[in-house]
């Protein structure tokens, strides 16, 4: 079955440990983007990547980092997370871009006190 | 730049209804336009999308969306609703040549038995 797969489902840390969520995909997409989804704000993008070792920066990097070692993964690395970074975030991958249509992830709903 | 606007926060219909969400864009050139569905605890899953040609366009689950440039307006319909269409909407622009890719703010439906 062609899917995005995101794992923890949920999680709940503190705050300034590190964490990562991963997210992998099987249908050799070229294009992966992260979001995070808060109440009134919609969706917001974090980082994307149009392909293995290129990645970029979306509306709201700060506090995020990520990496694309191979076309199927595309994890989120929170280096030293706050509190503003409680949200629910997406994982989404498209074939060379969004333009094509998004297919998404689960979700991850995080947590940090 | 793009921008996308869904003026309805949250729509009423009785199940049988007949449903029509708005969603509303603004861009310069002749825009990649998609309607998302998130059930709840779910990921965003598309429904459907216009690149170009026929201006009504046929998606699942029996949704169709019609592109009215004079109205820079992309609406989604149903002619008539089930239960299980009760979730949130998105509404999302994307720009030729860009990765930039807007998503409208959501319209929660919910459906009356």
């Known amino acids: 079955e062609a899917q995005v797969t995101q794992n923890p489902r949920y999680l709940i840390t503190v705050t300034g440990k590190k964490l990562t969520v991963t997210c992998s995909q099987n249908m050799n997409h070229e294009y992966m983007s992260w979001y995070r989804q808060d109440p009134g704000l919609g969706l917001r993008q974090i980082y994307y990547s149009m392909n293995v070792e290129v990645t970029d920066k979306g509306d709201v990097p700060e506090g995020y980092k990520v990496s694309r070692k191979e076309k199927r993964n595309f994890p989120l690395i929170l280096e030293s997370p706050s509190p503003n970074q409680t949200s629910l975030y997406f994982c989404?991958?498209?074939?060379?871009?969004?333009?094509?249509?998004?297919?998404f992830g689960s979700g991850t709903r995080l947590t940090v006190v | 730049a793009q921008s996308v606007t869904q003026p309805d926060i949250h729509i009423t219909v009785s199940e049988g209804a007949s449903l029509e969400l708005r969603c509303n864009y603004s861009y310069g050139a002749t825009p990649y336009l998609f309607w998302y569905v998130q059930s709840p605890g779910q990921g965003l899953q598309l429904l459907l999308k216009?690149?170009?040609?026929?201006?009504l366009v046929q998606g699942i689950k029996g949704f169709e969306a019609e592109f009215k440039r004079s109205q820079s307006s992309f609406n989604l319909r149903k002619p008539s609703v089930h239960w299980s269409d009760a979730a949130e909407y998105f509404c999302a622009v994307g720009a030729s040549g860009t990765y930039k890719y807007i998503f409208g703010t959501g319209t929660r439906l919910k459906v009356l038995a």
């Open positions: 989404a991958s498209s074939l060379v871009g969004p333009n094509y249509g998004y297919t």
């Open positions: 216009y690149f170009s040609g026929d201006t």
